[in-house]
């Protein structure tokens, strides 16, 4: 909160921002779904730019792990996937089940993944574009070949929805990934605790976090870290708003658990003009981070369960 001057500002918005989240208690699925919660932005998209989302997630993640084209399918072939929050079409659990994955799960705090006629018609524009023996094998992601509307396939690719965001799967999973869901889960600790329960000895892990505010700022891009911590809660709690937590959280929680970090890698930084304009207003978590932590507003993080050998096989 910013103090003196935009007093009546703020207290409107928290008084706003309380309300809206009562709502979104009552009924989580429902205002998140209003509120269009999914990586891809809140413009108007077409079928085409969806897919073409969906593409570019998916080559993203191959290139943080440094596998050409040519080995995705090697990699992936026989393996055991889990995302994290797909948003509204798991559209990349698609493509991994169309490049050699067994199965992909798909876990959320929220029920987005809905069969709508612009929905199928994405799923249908990325069957489209495949070929051969990729677009058999994501044919079979859904309950009749080929055809989206007849629901998913759970040996391909299996949807679980949980209040706490949790899979509370147990070592069966060999890849782990998600794209701006990390900064939205309610516990971050319990998140990286479910992933160390889910993996393989081994196992791999690669998420793209997303720092920024995601339109709760006001002034500064950063001054969404002035309210304080049990304000913001009260305001965002039932929403699956950002946690707030920076870099540094990450690098803690990866410690405690024992992870193997192989990159954390800045997507985008904040000048330090920005961070000198808004540290004498931070809130009681932030206020001690360094200017090279607070300046991180995004990062790929990709780390190992445990024996990391230089190579991800
Ligand atoms: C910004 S969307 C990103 C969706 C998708 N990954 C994409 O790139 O379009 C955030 C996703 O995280 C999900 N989410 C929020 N809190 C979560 C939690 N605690 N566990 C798992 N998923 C969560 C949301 O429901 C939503 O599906």
Same mark, same amino acid.
């Given at each position: 909160?910013?103090?003196?001057?935009?007093?009546?500002?703020?207290?409107?918005? =928290?008084?706003?921002?309380?309300?809206? /989240?009562?709502?979104?208690?009552? &009924? *989580?699925?429902?205002?998140?779904?209003?509120?269009?919660?999914?990586?891809?932005? =809140?413009?108007? @998209? &077409?079928?085409?730019?969806?897919?073409?989302?969906?593409?570019?997630?998916?080559?993203?993640?191959?290139?943080?792990?440094?596998?050409?084209? /040519? $080995?995705?399918? /090697? =990699?992936? &072939?026989?393996?055991?996937?889990?995302?994290?929050?797909?948003?509204?079409?798991?559209?990349?659990?698609?493509?991994?089940?169309?490049?050699?994955?067994?199965?992909?799960?798909?876990?959320?705090?929220?029920?987005?993944?809905?069969?709508?006629?612009? #929905? $199928?018609?994405?799923?249908?524009?990325?069957?489209?574009?495949?070929?051969?023996? !990729?677009?058999?094998?994501?044919?079979?992601?859904?309950?009749?070949?080929?055809?989206?509307? +007849?629901?998913?396939?759970?040996?391909?690719?299996?949807?679980?929805?949980?209040?706490?965001?949790?899979?509370?799967? #147990?070592?069966?999973?060999?890849?782990?990934?998600?794209?701006?869901?990390?900064?939205?889960? /309610?516990?971050?600790?319990?998140?990286?605790?479910?992933?160390?329960? !889910?993996?393989?000895?081994?196992?791999?892990?690669?998420?793209?976090? %997303?720092?920024?505010?995601?339109?709760?700022?006001?002034?500064?891009?950063?001054?969404?870290?002035?309210?304080?911590?049990?304000?913001?809660?009260?305001?965002?709690?039932?929403?699956?708003?950002?946690?707030?937590?920076?870099? #540094?959280?990450?690098?803690?929680?990866?410690?405690?658990?024992?992870?193997?970090?192989?990159?954390?890698? *800045?997507?985008?930084?904040? %000048?330090? &003009?920005?961070?000198?304009?808004?540290?004498? +207003?931070?809130?009681?978590?932030?206020?001690?981070?360094?200017?090279?932590?607070?300046?991180?507003?995004?990062?790929?993080?990709?780390?190992?369960?445990?024996?990391? @050998?230089?190579?991800?096989?």
């Amino acid at each position: 909160m910013m103090p003196g001057k935009y007093f009546f500002d703020d207290t409107r918005r =928290f008084i706003h921002a309380m309300l809206s /989240n009562q709502i979104a208690k009552v &009924s *989580p699925t429902l205002y998140s779904r209003l509120t269009k919660k999914t990586g891809r932005g =809140f413009s108007a @998209e &077409s079928t085409q730019q969806a897919a073409d989302y969906f593409q570019t997630c998916f080559n993203d993640y191959f290139v943080i792990l440094g596998i050409p084209e /040519n $080995e995705v399918e /090697n =990699f992936l &072939s026989g393996k055991q996937l889990l995302e994290y929050g797909p948003g509204d079409i798991p559209g990349v659990a698609l493509l991994m089940i169309a490049h050699g994955a067994e199965r992909v799960t798909c876990v959320d705090r929220f029920e987005l993944v809905t069969m709508s006629q612009k #929905n $199928e018609g994405i799923l249908l524009e990325l069957l489209g574009r495949l070929e051969g023996e !990729a677009r058999a094998r994501a044919s079979h992601c859904f309950l009749k070949p080929g055809q989206p509307g +007849s629901g998913f396939n759970p040996d391909r690719i299996r949807y679980l929805i949980k209040p706490s965001g949790l899979s509370k799967l #147990n070592g069966e999973i060999d890849f782990i990934f998600s794209r701006a869901v990390l900064e939205h889960v /309610n516990d971050l600790d319990a998140t990286f605790d479910d992933m160390a329960q !889910a993996l393989q000895p081994n196992g791999i892990v690669l998420h793209q976090v %997303d720092l920024r505010s995601h339109g709760l700022h006001r002034r500064n891009p950063l001054d969404f870290l002035t309210w304080p911590t049990v304000l913001w809660s009260w305001m965002h709690s039932n929403k699956g708003a950002p946690n707030r937590w920076r870099v #540094n959280t990450y690098r803690d929680t990866l410690h405690r658990i024992g992870f193997e970090t192989v990159l954390m890698q *800045p997507t985008q930084l904040i %000048d330090k &003009s920005i961070i000198n304009e808004v540290r004498p +207003s931070l809130a009681r978590p932030f206020k001690s981070l360094s200017d090279v932590d607070l300046s991180w507003l995004g990062f790929w993080l990709l780390c190992r369960k445990t024996n990391y @050998e230089n190579t991800i096989q």
